[in-house]
C-alpha cells in the first residue's frame, strides 16, 4: 500500500503565497529507487474537471508546468524521499480548487499531466484566493 500525506492548504488573499507539501510512504515505495518515480500536483475546481498543475521526476529534478501556472507556481524535492512541495505564489481567485498530489512509481514523468499515469492520490487539500 502506498500512503499520501498532503499538507499547506488554506485560505489567501489575491497575489499571496501558499505552499504545499506531500509525502508518500508505504510498502510500495519502499520497493522502487527514490530516483526513479514521478510526482505531480493536480487541482480541481468546484464543477471543473481535474487538471495537472506540476510535476518532478526524483531521478533529477526536471519539472513540468502547467501554462496557466508558469513563473508563479514551483514544485520542488524536499530532502526526505518521495516528498515534494508546491510553492505558490502571487495566487490568484482562478487557482482557488482542491489540491492533489499524485505518484507513480518507476516511472518518468512523460505524459505527466494525464490523470491516467498514477495509480495513487492523496486525499486532497483546499486552497481558497480571495479577491
Known amino acids: 500500500q502506498v500512503q499520501l500525506v498532503e499538507s499547506g492548504g488554506g485560505s489567501v488573499q489575491a497575489g499571496g503565497s501558499l505552499r504545499l507539501s506531500c509525502a508518500a510512504s508505504g510498502s510500495i515505495a519502499n520497493i522502487y529507487s527514490p530516483d526513479s518515480n514521478c510526482m505531480a500536483w493536480f487541482r480541481q475546481a468546484s464543477g471543473k474537471e481535474r487538471e495537472g498543475v506540476a510535476a518532478?521526476?526524483?531521478?533529477?529534478?526536471?519539472?513540468n508546468y502547467a501554462d496557466s501556472v508558469k513563473g508563479r507556481f514551483t514544485i520542488s524535492q524536499d530532502n526526505a524521499k518521495n516528498t515534494v512541495s508546491l510553492q505558490m505564489n502571487s495566487l490568484k481567485p482562478e487557482d482557488t480548487a482542491i489540491y492533489y498530489c499524485a505518484i507513480v512509481f518507476g516511472s518518468t514523468c512523460d505524459g505527466w499531466a494525464r490523470r491516467s499515469k498514477y495509480p495513487y492520490w492523496g486525499q486532497g487539500t483546499q486552497v481558497t484566493v480571495s479577491s
Open positions: 518532478l521526476y526524483t531521478g533529477g529534478g526536471s519539472t
